[in-house]
Structure formats: C-alpha cells, structure tokens
C-alpha cells in the first residue's frame, strides 16, 4: 500500500528475507516507497531493486542536479535509455533508466523512471512486470471489487474473503477473455482500449447474475 511508511515497508522486508535465503530476489516497488531510508535500507541489506522514480526528484549526475527528465528529453516515443554511469539520489548512488512512454498514462505522464542498483539494460523489462501486479491491485480496489472498503479486520475472515476474491477475479478475466475473442474490444484515439478484459467480463458476470 502507498500509504505505508518506510519503518512498515523495511519490517516487511526483513521478515520475509528469510524466506528467500540464497535465491535471487529482485524487489519491484512504484515511487511512493521510494525515500532515501528505504535506499539507505536496501544498499545495506544487499537487496538488489528497480524501483520507479518520482519525475520531480533531484538527480545528481557528473557534477550537475535536475530532475530526470533533463537527461531524457531526447527520447523518442516508446525509446528507452540508461545513463552509463551511477548517479546520486537522496544521498545513494544508483543507475538511472527512463522511457518515453508511446502514449501518457492516465496521470498524464510521459515519461517512466527507474533506478535501480542491478542491471540497468534489464530494468525496464523487469519492471513492467509489476503493471501487472498493479492491474490486480486495481482490479480487486477500486475498479473493481472495492476491496478496501471492506474494512474487514479479522485475519481469519480476510483470508476467507481473499480467497472468494481470487475465485471471482479469475472467472471474470476469463469471462473477459471469451467475450473479447469473439467481440474484440475497441481501441480508442489515444490507444487505450476502451474498457479492460477484466472490466468487460465482471460486467457481462453481473448483468447474468442480476
């Protein structure tokens, strides 16, 4: 959850380390999470991350400070980069990687920043795999499910609610699925699809069941 400080995210962090003990664990996080503790944290506890980067942060690179963009501005549409060499961001030194997205997101930005302390070739590509995980989350929240306004408190009750939630999520992606096979959806002006798989099969589920 964005709203998590630092000190939750890094006890997080060190109870499942153990369970991960002498496999590789690459930590994928959006730009709410990153601060100059949770760097400060990570360079320490040798996590190896890409982590995205707010487009206001002050970036120091070969003696100069500006936000990301000015190292990227040449980018071409759907272009990615990476500077060389590490820069330094709140007080740590990392890699630096920016694309320029084909179209803006929904928060209208256009450009996507990256650091990470791994490889930075690869970064980009590993961290798409967390839009997948921010689908879920918007699926099962706000665009979805509203499972947060649940306000269920009770671990027992949590699991069991997770659980029909999971069942629920996967019956309406494939529902989706089916229905966009036979009905492709429509791909609006600026290249977004119109409505989502998941949204056109919960849609399609609730009207069958109402």
Known sequence: EGSSSTAEVTALLDKVNGWFEGRHVLLLADR??????LLKYLRLKRFNFDLRLKKDAIVSYRGNS?????WFRNLK?????WLKRKVWIYGEPVYLVGIRLEQPTEDGDEFVFVVTNACPK???GLYSYR???ENLFQALKTRGFHFAATRVRCAIRLANLLSLLTIALFWAFQTGVLISSQKPIRMLKHGRLEASVFRVGLDALERFLR
Not at 32 to 37: A, D, I, P
Not at 66 to 70: E, Q, R, V
Not at 77 to 81: C, I
């Open 77 to 81: 549409r759907g272009q990615g980069s």
């Open 122 to 124: 690869a970064a980009l």
């Open 131 to 133: 839009w997948g995980i």
């Open 32 to 37: 709410e999470f990153l601060s100059q503790s």
């Open 66 to 70: 500006a936000k990301p963009k000015s």
